[in-house]
């Protein structure tokens, strides 16, 4: 184990929303509300997940598109449009070659009930996960060493 305080996380967002943030070095989670930020603290391990290509879009994408760690700071907001304010938090994001199907990966991790409600688990946007499943998705993305 890298920490014994370091915590691992899954942010649920559509390809489009994600590939964005994945570019600007943040993540927003539960559109953009600021109490799911607060419970990740610097050093911790996120993986984007994305079911869809774009948010309310129908064609499916089910795999995780970004891995990253927590930066050091806070939650902050910033103004998207004048009705949208998000919170969000820096992430350093890992050079990765590929995005991982979740289906091949779902039975071997542990956050994820079996059965054919498998992703119901997943619709609240922020979902903490073991370390084991952080470095199993992290093996199937091909994290480019540097």
Same mark, same amino acid.
């Given at each position: 184990?890298?920490?014994?305080?370091?915590? &691992?996380? *899954?942010? *649920?967002?559509?390809?489009? %929303?994600?590939?964005?943030?994945? +570019?600007?070095? &943040?993540?927003?989670?539960?559109?953009?509300?600021? $109490?799911?930020?607060?419970?990740?603290?610097?050093?911790?391990?996120?993986? !984007?997940?994305?079911?869809?290509? +774009?948010?309310?879009?129908?064609?499916?994408?089910?795999? #995780? +598109?970004?891995?990253?760690?927590?930066?050091?700071?806070? $939650?902050?907001?910033?103004? *998207?449009?004048?009705?949208?304010?998000?919170?969000?938090?820096?992430?350093? #994001?890992?050079?990765?070659?590929? %995005?991982?199907?979740?289906?091949? !990966?779902?039975? +071997? !991790?542990? &956050?994820?009930?079996?059965?054919?409600?498998?992703?119901?688990?997943?619709?609240?946007?922020?979902?903490?996960?073991?370390?084991?499943? #952080?470095?199993?998705?992290?093996? %199937?993305?091909?994290?480019?060493?540097?």
């Amino acid at each position: 184990s890298v920490c014994a305080l370091m915590k &691992f996380w *899954v942010v *649920v967002a559509s390809l489009d %929303h994600a590939q964005r943030g994945i +570019t600007g070095g &943040f993540i927003q989670a539960c559109h953009g509300k600021v $109490p799911p930020l607060k419970r990740m603290m610097p050093g911790d391990g996120v993986v !984007l997940y994305s079911p869809k290509e +774009t948010l309310g879009g129908r064609k499916p994408v089910q795999a #995780f +598109t970004g891995i990253g760690y927590v930066r050091p700071g806070e $939650p902050y907001q910033v103004e *998207v449009s004048e009705e949208f304010h998000p919170h969000r938090r820096d992430v350093d #994001f890992l050079p990765h070659r590929k %995005h991982a199907p979740i289906l091949p !990966l779902r039975p +071997t !991790l542990s &956050f994820l009930p079996s059965g054919p409600r498998w992703g119901a688990s997943l619709r609240y946007g922020l979902v903490q996960i073991p370390e084991e499943d #952080f470095e199993r998705i992290a093996a %199937h993305m091909d994290i480019k060493q540097e």
